[in-house]
């Protein structure tokens, strides 16, 4: 990992970019950014952004500084990287005069099929970004090599748009998902039942809607009419969580995005995320993050 002097992430705005499809049909946007003098601007200058389409980037020449929530990681020709959706990152150029790559912003869960349903919800981010995935390059050489491969080519269809395209390109991004899927040696892309989610979604909106105020195991029940223990075996099985664990880390995660992009109190973002008592809200922040709301507000300045 390369660190690079921060200035305060929690003064930058964090911009939530639209995605404007090429193809509306496609749900994607794939283009190519080259560079041929350096960008002279500083990581911290660079503003941090998100955006609900999955974003899979395959460097082709020069170095690029990636950072996101925990990580800062530069990439040269031949690495790809996935963030997942609304994941806030950013990038700056390295080293070099000249830099090349791809960027592919995609709506996944528009590319799945009658056939490909059963899989849909282990791409669905609900108890986590799909950049954990990113481990498998760091491993496998030969899947990081056949990912950037399948992004160029993407990116050439989309560009020549010859009879057919779009099946090729349809087929391309279930290759992608395939290679995810078969090259997951720790199992971080879960299987889940359709049906049990489906079944799960008033819950799930009530959650989402609800993280500032007061959330109940007895509310969650009233909306799907079942038993309290029924419900909370039910849950836990379905979302691979409690629910008392799956509600705190929305609230965290709600936390760490706050934190990023505001400048409000920790106090103040305790309250906005539903957890007004500061020893607990420490005590969870630290539990998903093994630092405080303000180590991590430190990190965030510092560490690239």
Same mark, same amino acid.
């Given at each position: 990992?390369?660190?690079?002097?921060?200035?305060?992430?929690? *003064?930058?705005?964090?911009?939530?970019?639209?995605?404007?499809?090429?193809?509306?049909?496609?749900?994607?946007?794939?283009?190519?950014?080259?560079?041929?003098?350096? *960008?002279?601007?500083?990581?911290?200058?660079?503003?941090?952004?998100?955006?609900?389409?999955?974003?899979?980037?395959? &460097?082709?020449?020069?170095?690029?500084?990636?950072?996101?929530?925990? @990580?800062?990681?530069?990439?040269?020709?031949?690495?790809?990287?996935?963030?997942?959706?609304?994941?806030?990152?950013? =990038?700056?150029?390295?080293? /070099?005069?000249?830099?090349?790559?791809?960027?592919?912003?995609?709506?996944?869960?528009? @590319?799945?099929?009658?056939?490909?349903?059963?899989?849909?919800?282990?791409? +669905?981010?609900? /108890?986590?970004?799909?950049?954990?995935?990113?481990? &498998?390059?760091?491993?496998?050489?030969?899947?990081?090599?056949?990912?950037?491969?399948?992004?160029?080519?993407?990116? /050439?269809?989309?560009?020549?748009?010859?009879?057919?395209?779009?099946?090729?390109? +349809?087929? !391309?991004?279930?290759?992608?998902?395939?290679?995810?899927?078969?090259?997951? /040696?720790?199992?971080?892309?879960?299987?889940?039942?359709?049906?049990?989610?489906?079944?799960?979604?008033?819950?799930?909106?009530? &959650?989402?809607?609800?993280?500032?105020?007061? &959330?109940?195991?007895?509310?969650?029940?009233?909306?799907?009419?079942?038993?309290? @223990?029924?419900?909370?075996?039910?849950?836990?099985? =379905?979302?691979?969580?409690?629910?008392?664990?799956?509600?705190?880390?929305?609230?965290?995660?709600?936390?760490?995005?706050?934190?990023? =992009?505001?400048?409000?109190?920790?106090?103040?973002?305790?309250? *906005?995320?539903?957890?007004?008592? !500061?020893?607990?809200?420490?005590?969870?922040?630290?539990?998903?993050?093994?630092?405080?709301?303000?180590?991590?507000?430190?990190?965030?300045?510092?560490?690239?």
């Amino acid at each position: 990992m390369s660190l690079v002097k921060s200035n305060d992430v929690q *003064d930058l705005e964090a911009v939530n970019e639209e995605v404007v499809y090429q193809n509306p049909l496609l749900y994607l946007k794939i283009w190519e950014i080259y560079n041929r003098t350096r *960008d002279t601007r500083t990581l911290e200058e660079h503003c941090w952004h998100y955006h609900k389409e999955v974003e899979l980037l395959a &460097i082709i020449e020069g170095y690029l500084g990636i950072q996101s929530k925990d @990580h800062y990681t530069v990439l040269g020709p031949g690495d790809v990287r996935i963030f997942g959706a609304s994941q806030l990152h950013r =990038t700056h150029q390295l080293h /070099t005069d000249k830099l090349r790559y791809i960027v592919f912003q995609i709506d996944l869960q528009k @590319h799945f099929d009658q056939s490909t349903m059963p899989y849909l919800y282990c791409f +669905s981010e609900l /108890t986590q970004p799909l950049d954990v995935m990113n481990y &498998i390059f760091e491993e496998k050489e030969l899947v990081k090599d056949e990912f950037h491969t399948l992004i160029t080519e993407i990116f /050439t269809e989309s560009q020549s748009k010859l009879d057919g395209y779009e099946i090729a390109i +349809s087929s !391309m991004i279930k290759q992608i998902m395939l290679l995810l899927l078969r090259h997951d /040696t720790r199992n971080l892309l879960s299987y889940t039942e359709k049906a049990a989610l489906h079944r799960l979604q008033p819950v799930l909106s009530y &959650i989402d809607h609800n993280l500032e105020n007061k &959330i109940t195991v007895e509310e969650a029940c009233s909306l799907l009419n079942l038993s309290y @223990h029924y419900f909370i075996k039910y849950f836990k099985k =379905t979302m691979g969580k409690s629910f008392i664990d799956y509600v705190n880390y929305k609230r965290i995660k709600k936390a760490e995005r706050l934190l990023m =992009t505001s400048d409000l109190s920790i106090e103040n973002i305790g309250y *906005d995320v539903g957890i007004p008592n !500061m020893a607990q809200f420490y005590k969870l922040f630290k539990r998903y993050n093994n630092c405080s709301p303000k180590e991590f507000k430190e990190r965030m300045r510092n560490e690239g």
